[in-house]
C-alpha cells in the first residue's frame, strides 16, 4: 500500500489544481457539450420497428440466459417466465412496460456541485478503460501498476474534455479483493469528477457506495437521491448474463445509480456477421439488462450501451474503425432513440502502438459514435490492442481530437459584425485581415487553442529536432503529473475515508464475486 | 527529358494494370460515392440568406479588381460597371442572373468511356495537389522532381478511390515553358482517368487541351461536347483575380471544360477572421469568378470552391482540421447548395511530418468536407506543411480514412435474413457465431478489406519488428510502383502525342502568363 500512501501524502502540497496550460480549456463548456451535428441514420423507421420487434421475438421466444438467483426471481416476479437450465423468456408487453419506465435522461454529481446532464444531445467524452496493460514511450508494455492507476485518474482529472472517470488501468499489483478500496480511494483523493465504480459483488460495490458517501459527505438518503457513480455491465454475447453483471445491475438499481448495460457484440463472433443481426441482439440484450433493472427498482436510471463492431476474420479478433464499426454506431443510435434511453457507445482500436493506425481508427470510430448521437463516448483517449493496453501519449493525442469535435458544436456568430462587411471594406483588394479593426478586436480568442499541434514551419521544426506527435505528447503527460495537485477533502472526510479503508483490508476486503 | 522517356519506355510491358492486391478495390463503386450522410450546418436558413446578400453587396459596393483586360471587357458586355484601377462592380442581378446559368450537375469524361458524376451528393476523393516538394521516408524531403511526378501520376491510377488526376508534384527539374506538355504528356499516357491543367496562360492550355484531343481522339467539337479536363482557379484574396486566373476561366469556359474557382480565404489573413465573414468574402469571390465564366459561355461547367481554413494568429501560416476549419465547411455547403453549384472542398495539415497530428488534422478536415456536403474533396491524400510538400506514405495512409469514409456510405442490409432471427436461434447462449450457418454464407466479403491497417495482436506485432504504420505504407507504395503497368494508349495517338510534344518542345514550349 506505499504507492496509494505516498500518493495521499504527496497532496500535501494541497491547494487548487494547477495547469501546464489552461488556455485551451474551458470546463464550463467541455461539461456540457451539446451536439449539434445531425444523427447518421442507417435504417429507416420501419426497419427500426423491425429490428426492435425481432429483438422482442428474440426476448421472448428465444429468451436469455441468467446466471444469478436473484435476477431470475425478480424478473419472475415481473412477469417472465423461467425454463429449465436459466432461461428467462420475457414477454413482449413485460419488455415494453419495463423498458418505459427508464427515464430519459439524468444528471450525475461530482464533487462541489458540479453537475453532468445526460439526455438527448449531451455528448461527453469518456476515458479509454478497463486496461489490463499500459504502455508510454519511455518505459514500454508491461502489467498495469497502482502507479499507473493514479497517474491516469490525475490526467484524467486535468483534461476538462474527460468530464467522468474511468478505470483506465487495472493495477495488477493490487490484489483483487482490495482492489475496490485502493481504486476508490485514489479516485475521491485525487478527482472531483463522477467516479467508477466496478460491479464485481455486493460486498465491493457497497463498500464503495459508502466511501463515495463519506467523501461526499451523503447520508444514505441522500446518496440515494442523487447519481454519484456509476458502473459498465457487459452482457455474455450472445443471450447470457452473468452472475455479477446481473448483480450488478440490481444493486445500482437498488441504490438509484446507474449502470451501462452493453452487450459486447461483434459481428462474426459472439453476434451475427451483419450489421442488422449484431444491432439485433445487442438491442435484446440491452433491453434484458433495463429490464432486470426496472423488475429490481422502478425508475432507476440506466444507459443504453452498445458497443458493437466487426472481427477480423481471419483471427476472430476485433477491430474499430471500420465502416460496419461506424454504421453499427448509427444504427445503435436510432434503436436507443425509439426506447428513449440515453445511450453510450465508444470508439477504439485494434493498431498496437500509439502511431498513425491506431490514430486514425480511433477517430473513425469516434465520429461514428457522434453522428450516431451516443451521448457518452468511452475509450475515447488511449486505448490500444482493442484494449488490452492504454498509451500514456495516446491519451493526449486522442484529446487533442475530441477537444476539436467537442469545439465543432460552437455555434457560429452572424451578427453583421460577424458577417464583416464593414471589415471586408476595410481591407483593399489584394491586402491582408491582419491588422483589421475586426482582427485586432477578436485576435486573442478567436480560435481554438490547440493541445499540442505544432504549427511551425518545416525549417523550424527540423532545427527544434523534428518532434513527432508521439514526443509531444510523452513531454505534456509528464509536465501535467508533475504539477498535479489534487483539491482537498476536507479533513474529516479524509480521516474517515483512511479510517474505513484501512478497517476493510484489516478485515480481508472483499472477494469478488463469480 | 530523360526522365519522361524512360517512362514512356518502361510502358514497353503494357497489358491491363496489375495491383498489389485488388481484394479491397472496387473501382465501380469508388468513382460512384453518394454521400448519404445528413449535411451539417451551422447557419439557419435566414442566415445563409443574409449572408449571400452581404457577398452580393460586397460585388456590388466594393467590387473585385481584375487584372486581366479581356476579363474586364467580358464583364462589362455582361453588365458589370467598370471603373478605375480595374476595380469591377457587379450590379446585384447581374450576379444573380449569370450564376443562375452555371450547371448543377455534370459529367466528367475519362479514357475508354469511364465517367464522373459531379452532382448534389456525389463523393470524390482528389490527391493533395500543387506540392513544390516531396517526401518519403527512405530520401527524405527535397524538391519534386519529374520522376517523383510521374509516381505520383501512377499511385492516383493506381487507386481506385481517387477517380480523377491531380497535379500533386511541382517537377523543379522541368523549365517552366515546358512543363505543362511533359506533365500532360505523363497523365495521358500513365492513367485513364481526367486529367489536370494548370491555368498558366492560354498558349499552355491549349497545348494541354490539344495533348488531351489526340490521346483521346477527339474532335474540337467532340472536345467541347463533354468534359475532359479541369483546372483550379484560385483568387488573389481578398477582391482580387490575377491575369492568368482570369485567363483560365475564360480559356476553359470558350471549351466548356470546368474551372473549379477556388478563393482560398483564411481566416485572419486574407479574410475576416470569423467563420461568417471568411464565407461571406469566399462566396462573393467565387461569385465573381462563376460570373466571368457565364460571361465567358453561357452555360459553361463551374464548380464552386471553398477551402476556407484560419491561420495559427502567432504565425500567420494556415492551419487546418481546426474547429474553425470545420465549421467554415458545413457554411460553405450551405452557401453552395443555395446557388446550386457542385461544390469542392479540401482538407489538409500544418503537420510537417507523416505522423499522428497530420493524420488527425487530415482526418479532421476531410470530415468537415464530407459533412458539409463537399462534391469532391481535394488535398484528400499525403499533403503536409500546408500543402508545401507531399509525403509518399501520408498518401497510402491517408487513402485508408478515405477508403473507410466511402465505405461508410454503403447501406446496411435489412433484410430477415441479414437482421438474422435465424442466425440467433441457431447460437447457444455463450456460444459463438464463427460458424454459424450466416457466417459461413457471408465471411468472405462481409467486411471492408483495409489497405494497410495492421490487425496482428501485440504479440505477433513486436515479433515481426513491431512495424510503425509509415513503415507499412512505405512498403505498399514502393510495391504499387513496382508493379505499376500502365494501359497503352493506341499506337498512332501515342505515336502522334510523342511527334505533338516533340514540335512544342522544338518551338520552345509556352511560357506561363503573369
Known amino acids: 500500500m506505499a504507492e496509494t500512501e505516498s500518493s495521499g501524502r504527496r497532496r500535501g502540497r494541497r491547494r487548487q489544481a494547477q495547469n501546464v496550460d489552461k488556455s485551451h480549456a474551458d470546463a464550463a463548456f467541455y461539461h456540457s457539450v451539446r451536439n449539434t451535428l445531425p444523427r447518421a441514420e442507417v435504417l429507416s423507421q420501419d426497419q427500426v420497428e423491425t429490428l426492435h420487434q425481432t429483438s422482442l ?22 412477469g417472465c417466465e423461467v425454463r429449465d437450465e436459466m432461461m428467462v423468456h420475457f414477454p413482449k408487453d413485460v419488455v415494453t412496460e419495463l423498458v418505459s419506465r427508464a427515464p430519459g435522461s439524468m444528471v450525475w454529481n461530482g464533487a462541489d456541485g458540479t453537475t453532468l446532464d445526460i439526455g438527448p444531445d449531451s455528448l461527453h467524452f469518456g476515458p479509454g478503460s478497463g486496461c489490463p496493460n499500459v504502455t508510454d514511450t519511455e518505459r514500454g508494455r508491461r502489467a498495469g501498476t497502482l502507479r499507473d492507476y493514479i497517474d491516469f485518474t490525475q490526467l484524467q482529472q486535468h483534461f476538462d474534455i474527460i468530464p467522468f472517470l474511468g478505470p483506465s488501468i487495472e493495477p495488477q499489483d493490487v490484489p483483487i479483493h482490495e482492489r475496490h478500496l485502493i481504486t476508490a480511494k485514489v479516485q ?47 452482457t455474455n454475447s450472445p443471450r447470457q448474463i452473468d452472475i455479477p453483471m446481473a448483480q450488478g445491475i440490481i444493486d445500482f438499481a437498488r441504490w438509484c445509480q446507474p449502470t451501462i448495460i ?19 441482439l445487442s438491442h435484446a440484450e440491452a433491453m434484458a439488462g433495463i429490464v432486470l433493472a426496472q423488475a429490481t427498482n422502478a425508475g432507476a436510471p440506466v444507459i443504453y450501451g452498445a458497443f458493437s463492431s466487426n472481427v477480423n476474420m481471419r483471427s476472430g479478433a476485433p477491430v474499430f474503425g471500420t465502416p460496419e464499426h461506424i454504421r ?72 487533442e481530437v475530441c477537444q476539436t469535435i467537442a469545439q465543432v458544436m460552437k455555434p457560429v456568430e452572424a451578427t453583421p459584425e460577424a458577417i464583416g462587411f ?17 482582427t485586432m478586436n477578436r485576435y486573442s480568442d478567436q480560435f481554438y487553442e490547440p493541445l499540442i499541434r505544432d504549427w511551425t514551419n518545416f525549417g523550424q521544426w527540423e532545427e527544434a529536432g523534428g518532434i ?39 478485515e480481508g476486503g472483499a472477494p469478488p464475486v463469480d
Open 422 to 438: 464593414d471589415a471586408i471594406a476595410e481591407v483593399q483588394p489584394g491586402g491582408h485581415f491582419f491588422d483589421a479593426q475586426q
Open 328 to 399: 453499427t454506431n448509427f444504427g445503435a443510435g436510432q434503436l436507443a432513440r425509439h426506447i428513449g434511453i440515453p445511450w453510450r457507445s465508444a470508439t477504439g482500436t485494434a493498431g498496437n502502438a500509439p502511431d498513425v493506425q491506431s490514430a486514425a481508427e480511433t477517430q473513425l470510430g469516434l465520429w461514428g459514435a457522434v453522428l450516431g448521437g451516443a451521448n457518452l463516448i468511452i475509450h475515447s483517449a488511449g486505448w490500444l490492442e482493442g484494449g488490452l493496453t492504454i498509451s500514456y501519449e495516446k491519451f493526449i493525442m486522442d484529446l
Open 468 to 506: 513527432q506527435t508521439v514526443e509531444q505528447a510523452h513531454t505534456m503527460w509528464q509536465q501535467v503529473l508533475k504539477d498535479f495537485e489534487a483539491s482537498a477533502l476536507p479533513e474529516d472526510r479524509q480521516a474517515a475515508l483512511d479510517a474505513f479503508v484501512d478497517r476493510r483490508l484489516k
Open 57 to 78: 421475438r428474440v426476448l421472448e421466444e428465444l429468451g436469455i440466459r441468467v446466471l444469478n438467483d436473484e435476477a431470475r426471481d425478480l424478473l419472475a416476479d415481473a
Open 262 to 280: 452493453t452487450p459486447f457484440c461483434l459481428s462474426g463472433a459472439m453476434a451475427p456477421i451483419t450489421e442488422t443481426g449484431s444491432l439485433t
Open 188 to 234: 475521491l483523493e485525487n478527482s472531483t469528477k463522477v467516479p467508477w465504480v466496478y460491479a464485481r459483488g455486493t460486498g465491493q460495490v457497497l463498500d464503495s457506495f459508502e466511501m463515495i458517501r463519506i467523501a461526499r459527505d451523503l447520508s444514505e438518503e441522500a446518496f440515494r437521491q442523487r447519481i454519484w457513480t456509476y458502473t459498465v455491465i457487459n
